[in-house]
């Protein structure tokens, strides 16, 4: 499967912004969906996941501020993030992972970063 992730930009703390990830193929309902970022000089890290089943989960930092969805319909995966903060500022990943995980290194698909800058 082939993902492009797309949305990100600059915005003032406070905005929204949403993220959409479009993958290619007939089998993007079969995988499990991941959001990651990677701010400057830091590891990856984990941020949401929705599974086949619809089921989510974020990180403790985004709770209440981000949501992860998806429509299977359009073969995409969305992260909507409200009340965006300086430190959100990253580039975000999507990805695709049979089953569900939390650990970047487990995905087996990957798509191109979009970058999300926060200013103060």
């Known amino acids: 499967v082939q993902l492009q992730a797309s949305g990100g930009g600059l915005v003032q703390a406070g905005a929204s912004l949403r993220l959409s990830c479009a993958a290619s193929g007939r089998t993007f309902s079969s995988y499990s969906m991941g959001w990651f970022r990677q701010a400057p000089g830091k590891e990856r890290e984990f941020v949401a996941v929705?599974?086949?089943?619809?089921?989510?989960l974020v990180v403790g930092s985004v709770k209440g501020r981000f949501t992860i969805s998806r429509d299977n319909a359009k073969n995409t995966v969305y992260l909507q993030m409200n009340s965006l903060k300086v430190e959100d500022t990253a580039v975000y990943y999507c990805?695709?992972?049979?089953?569900?995980?939390?650990?970047?290194?487990?995905?087996?698909?990957w798509g191109r970063g979009t970058l999300v800058t926060v200013s103060s």
């Open positions: 990805a695709a992972r049979g089953s569900v995980s939390t650990i970047p290194k487990e995905y087996d698909y």
């Open positions: 929705i599974t086949r089943g619809g089921g989510t």
